[in-house]
Every structure is written in structure tokens, then in C-alpha cells.
């Protein structure tokens, strides 16, 4: 599977997907409400599933899937932005 949250270099990848039948998912950016961005237009047709995170987006883009707005992860990757150090992981070992 494929999926991307807006990146432009994702277009390529999704072409690819498309021609292999891989499941490729697409999910708009955060902060563009009221038009397209061109990464949106281009990977449209070839998504099995387009997510938008706000209703105005499904305006812009017909058969969306709303998913609502996607949490931002904080530091490490963790969305409570604990490291692994943090909780006594394998990075808090000094060699």
C-alpha cells in the first residue's frame, strides 16, 4: 500500500502503485481548505481511497473520503512527544 499526506515527490509513487494495482491512499493536506493542491489534482485519479480532513474539501474534490483533521506527532514520533529515552527504551542506554 501507498500512502501519502501531500508530499509532490509522492506523484511518481502513485503512478507506479496504479500500474502494479497496489491500494494507494491519499490524505490532503491540513491547511488548504478552499483550493486543490496540485499534488491533490495530480494523484487524484489514481488513489483508491482520496481523504480530506475538512467538509469544505469535498467540494474540491469529488468522492472524497472526510476523515476529519489528523492529529500532528510531536517530538520522536510519539503524539504525547515521549522519546524512547524517555520510557527506559534502547536509546537511554549509553555505550
Known sequence: MVISNGA???VPFFAMARLMGIPAVYLEVYDRV???T???KLVQPLTTRFCVQWP???DIYPGSVLTGPR???HR???P????AADRGGPRSRVR
Not at 504525547?80 to 522519546?83: E, I, V
Open 34 to 36: 478552499d483550493s486543490p
Open 80 to 83: 504525547d512527544g515521549r522519546s
Open 38 to 40: 496540485l499534488t491533490g
Open 8 to 10: 509532490g515527490v509522492a
Open 71 to 73: 492529529r500532528s506527532v
Open 76 to 78: 520522536h514520533g510519539r
Open 56 to 58: 469544505g474539501q469535498q
